[in-house]
């Protein structure tokens, strides 16, 4: 059945804290404010463990920037081949064994790793936060645009997947997602969030989450 495991924090910037994405020095303040309201509002809170889609392939169909038609297969056979050493990907074994493949070494394919997360946040964000689905932007920032039609908010999603157990820090995308949020209030006026979704595939069917949302008040 598999786990995905959620956690989820939001922090309020106003219009101050939007002008400091303009420059290197200002964006160095910004990522100190925001270490600081992660912290004042008691770091990231949990959610009770839920089962990944069982249809997992048909959320990458919908959400992926690019065809990944097998995006799940591939990403289960990596998982399967982790504990064998000496295979190339399509399983011949090395006769060197100072050349021989470290499984370590084995990588999934990049691109549908990123179409794999930007499936699973996809159905995180319609099925868990209850955001409808406005337009995929190919190509440039933000990767989804949604609305949360109880208050008419426009979410700018981005989508970052890691592999393992490791997290790398989020700040520096977030202050990439609220400079696009900043210019994007510019051109057109309304509620917005800038909702940065974080996910690791720890195994084909074993998933974390981090949402940070960013809400602009």
């Known amino acids: 059945m598999g786990q995905l495991i959620v956690e989820r924090c939001t922090v309020l910037v106003t219009g101050r804290e939007l002008g400091l994405t303009r420059d290197t020095f200002t964006k160095a303040r910004l990522r100190a404010w925001l270490k600081g309201e992660v912290v004042a509002r008691g ?8 089962t990944p889609p ?89 990767d989804f645009v949604f609305v949360d039609k109880r208050n008419g908010s426009k979410h700018l999603v981005q989508v970052k997947t ?19 949020l900043a210019k994007t209030k510019l051109l057109r006026r309304g509620k917005y969030v800038a909702d940065l979704v974080s996910v690791r595939v720890r195994a084909i069917d074993d998933f974390s989450v981090r949402h940070f949302g960013i809400e602009d008040v």
């Open 162 to 180: 890691t592999l393992g157990t490791k997290r790398s820090s989020d700040l520096t995308e977030a202050i990439n997602l609220l400079d696009v």
């Open 43 to 50: 770091g990231w809170a949990g959610m009770t463990p839920m």
């Open 54 to 142: 069982p249809d997992l392939q048909d959320w990458v169909d919908n959400f992926s920037e690019t065809y990944s038609l097998s995006a799940v297969g591939n990403l289960a056979e990596f998982f399967r081949r982790l504990t064998v050493s000496g295979l190339t990907p399509g399983g011949r074994r090395g006769a060197s064994v100072p050349l021989v493949y470290d499984p370590r070494r084995l990588l999934p394919n990049a691109s549908e790793l990123g179409a794999v997360g930007e499936g699973l946040a996809g159905f995180y964000l319609e099925k868990v936060v209850g955001l409808i689905f406005v337009v995929r932007p190919f190509g440039v920032n933000p």
